[in-house]
T-cell receptor, first 111, second 112 residues
C-alpha cells in the first residue's frame, strides 16, 4: 500500500474550516484514499473515502487532486469535539484488512 | 446494535502469563482484524480474518494467535505475555469491498 505523509499537528479556530492535507505520491490506480479519526484513546472512526472524485458526506468533504498524489480533508465548521488525530490511509481495493495507519495529524480546535 | 465489543477494557498481566482478548461483532461482517497501538503511534495490524475458518498474519503477528470459528467472534490470544506487548489493542470489522471499518473501544493491556 502507498505511504502517506501528513503534518504532525494543526490548529483551527472553532467555527472555521479545518483543512487537513495528505500526500500520497506513490498511490496506485486501484488504491482508495480513506480518512479516519481517533478522539482521545477511543477506537478510530471512519470519516470518508474516495477514489478520484471529490466526495462529501455529513461529516466532511474530501478533495483529491487530479493526479491523485494528494488530498485534503475539509471539516467545514470545526467544533471543539473535532479535536482528534486524523489518519489518511490509502489501501488497495477490496483489501479491507490491511490499513496502514501512520502517525496522523493531531488537530486541535481552539475556542 | 452493539457494533464491535471488546472485553476486557483493561488488563494487567505478569510476564509469561497467557490470556485471550475477546472481540465480537453483531453486524454479520466478513472481515475482522486486530491492531495494536503504542503510545504516540498509529495502529499496526496484528492478524486478520476474511471469514470464518480463515485467518492470516498482519504486520506484527509474533507472540499472538487468532482463530475464527464463527462470523461473530475473533479472539486474540497472547501465549506468553512480554512487557513489549504492553499496548492498546483494537478490534475492527467490515463488510467485503470498499466499506468503512468499525472499531471497538479498545483493550488497554499492561504487562509487568
Amino acid at each position: 500500500d502507498a505511504k502517506t505523509t501528513q503534518p504532525p499537528s494543526m490548529d483551527c479556530a472553532e467555527g472555521r474550516a479545518a483543512n487537513l492535507p495528505c500526500n500520497h505520491s506513490t498511490i496506485s490506480g486501484n488504491e482508495y484514499v480513506y480518512w479516519y479519526r481517533q478522539i482521545h484513546s477511543q477506537g478510530p472512526q471512519y470519516i470518508i473515502h474516495g477514489l478520484k472524485n471529490n466526495e462529501t458526506n455529513e461529516m466532511a468533504s474530501l478533495i483529491i487532486t487530479e493526479d491523485r498524489k494528494s488530498s485534503t480533508l475539509i471539516l467545514p465548521h470545526a467544533t471543539l469535539r473535532d479535536t482528534a488525530v486524523y489518519y489518511c490511509i490509502v489501501r488497495v481495493a477490496n483489501n479491507n484488512n490491511d490499513m496502514r495507519f501512520g502517525a496522523g495529524t493531531r488537530l486541535t480546535v481552539k475556542p | 446494535n452493539a457494533g464491535v465489543t471488546q472485553t476486557p477494557k483493561f488488563q494487567v498481566l505478569k510476564t509469561g502469563q497467557s490470556m485471550t482478548l475477546q472481540c465480537a461483532q453483531d453486524m454479520n461482517h466478513e472481515y475482522m482484524s486486530w491492531y495494536r497501538q503504542d503510545p504516540g503511534m498509529g495502529l499496526r495490524l496484528i492478524h486478520y480474518s476474511v471469514g470464518a475458518g480463515i485467518t492470516d498474519q498482519g504486520e506484527v503477528p509474533n507472540g499472538y494467535n487468532v482463530s475464527r470459528s464463527t462470523t461473530e467472534d475473533f479472539p486474540l490470544r497472547l501465549l506468553s505475555a512480554a512487557p513489549s506487548q504492553t499496548s492498546v489493542y483494537f478490534c475492527a470489522s467490515s463488510l467485503q469491498g470498499q466499506t468503512e471499518a468499525f472499531f471497538g473501544q479498545g483493550t488497554r493491556l499492561t504487562v509487568v
